[in-house]
């Protein structure tokens, strides 16, 4: 597997790289990879089928110039910016068939990441459909959500390791469709941030997943895809699917 540690310039580029390295997959130009990126301004990203009305504090956003953006999986909206580690990874169905199944690929891929977190002494379970939490509180500090190729699919979740929690509150509201666990709990109730650095999370993870090798920059084959995308996409902050 290959390890990209790769953050770009803009939240609109950091979302598309990923479907990026998903079509280079599908296509057979480029095998399964594992990338790490962190964003360092704040941002919204819908899920696939998010309501912007439903799940955004609009005055809020719009008060402080808070980008808005769409992703291609599903998943609900979420706050991104500086604390929190975004991890994708690009897996083989033929390599790895416990990810053909939807189900089972949440449980396989998250039960990988919460024995790596285990050995840093981070106690969390897994909570279906597609969270962690840390055992201790029931508070969550992982949510994943995937797009599904042909042969390929790409997962990604966020890694809350220091961030600020009340602006989660600030500016997303309450979700309508709520795992159990969280029996009603507000967002400073309910997320956590994960005992430990950025550093050691990459590191178990990377050991987790059996990394080989690392590419350190973006290909000029990915910007060129890249770029593309961007421009039928369009330029602009307002919400868009990515």
């Known amino acids: 597997m290959l390890l990209k540690d790769i953050t770009l310039a803009t939240p609109q580029e950091n979302i598309l790289y990923d479907n990026v390295l998903l079509q280079l997959a599908e296509e057979g130009r480029q095998g399964e990879t594992l990338r790490f990126w962190e964003s360092g301004q704040f941002f919204v990203v819908l899920g696939r089928i998010s309501k912007l009305e439903q799940d955004v504090h609009l005055p809020n956003v719009r008060r402080d110039a808070i980008p808005v953006l769409r992703r291609s999986s599903g998943g609900g909206t979420v706050l991104q910016g500086p604390g ?35 050995r840093l002494g981070v106690k969390a379970a897994f909570r279906p459909l597609s969270d962690i939490a840390l055992v201790d509180g029931e508070r969550k500090i992982s949510g994943n959500a995937q797009k599904r190729g042909r042969k390929f699919i790409l997962h990604h979740g966020t890694l809350l390791y220091n961030f600020d929690l009340d602006e989660i509150t600030e500016y997303l509201t309450m979700p309508r469709d709520i795992p159990e666990y969280r029996n009603g709990r507000r967002h400073s109730d ?9 550093r050691s999370l990459k590191d178990v993870l990377t050991q987790a997943f059996q990394v080989s090798r690392e590419a350190k920059k973006i290909s000029n084959e990915e910007e060129n895809i890249l770029s593309r995308i961007k421009q039928e996409e ?6 868009r699917r990515t």
């Open 84 to 118: 929190c580690l975004n991890y994708s990874l690009v897996l083989s169905k033929e390599l790895h068939p416990q990810v053909v199944d939807l189900k089972k690929s949440y449980q396989w891929i998250l039960g990988n990441i919460i024995t790596a977190l285990d």
């Open 190 to 198: 309910f997320v956590a941030n994960i005992p430990a650095p950025a």
């Open 234 to 239: 369009g330029e602009d902050n307002g919400p």
